[in-house]
């Protein structure tokens, strides 16, 4: 099964190393949910009005000029993070504020080695978990 029963309206987004996410490709007609692949905690604590997904315009890529600033809206959007170090970052948060807001903000589904497909078998075809 996929997640929202349709690959098509979620947005992966390329995290790692970013300071914050692009989410020029963001299709609020089409898109139900965005995957953040590799996000940090510290990405989410400075961009915490967007993961907040308030019901106004949140304005990104803002730079001295502001030339390369958008805006999304992404109230009622899924937002999930898909992150190998999640548990451990919030562990090294200095700031006890910093780590209870991602505490209380955030489930997590810790996956470990289990696969997260189930294999097909034979005349079936494969389903995603």
Not at 9 to 20: D, F, G, K, Q, T
Not at 60 to 77: E, I, K, P
Not at 106 to 116: A, K, N
Request: contains cysteine; hydrophobic residues 45%; aromatic residues 6%.
């Amino acid at each position: 099964m996929w997640l929202l029963n349709d690959p098509q309206v979620i947005l992966e987004v390329n995290c790692a190393s970013c300071p914050e996410p692009d989410l020029r490709d963001f299709r609020p007609l089409l898109h139900r949910g965005i995957l953040f692949d590799q996000a940090t905690a510290e990405m989410v604590l400075r961009q915490r009005k967007l993961f907040q997904a308030p019901a106004v315009d949140v304005r990104l890529g803002c730079s001295t000029r502001n030339c390369h600033a958008y805006d999304v809206f992404v109230s009622g959007v899924a937002m999930m993070i898909a992150s190998n170090t999640w548990e451990s970052e919030l562990k090294a948060l200095t700031r006890v504020e910093d780590r209870k807001w991602l505490e209380d903000n955030s489930i997590v589904v810790t996956v470990g080695s289990l696969p997260l497909w189930l294999e097909r078998q034979e005349g079936e075809e494969s389903v995603g978990v």
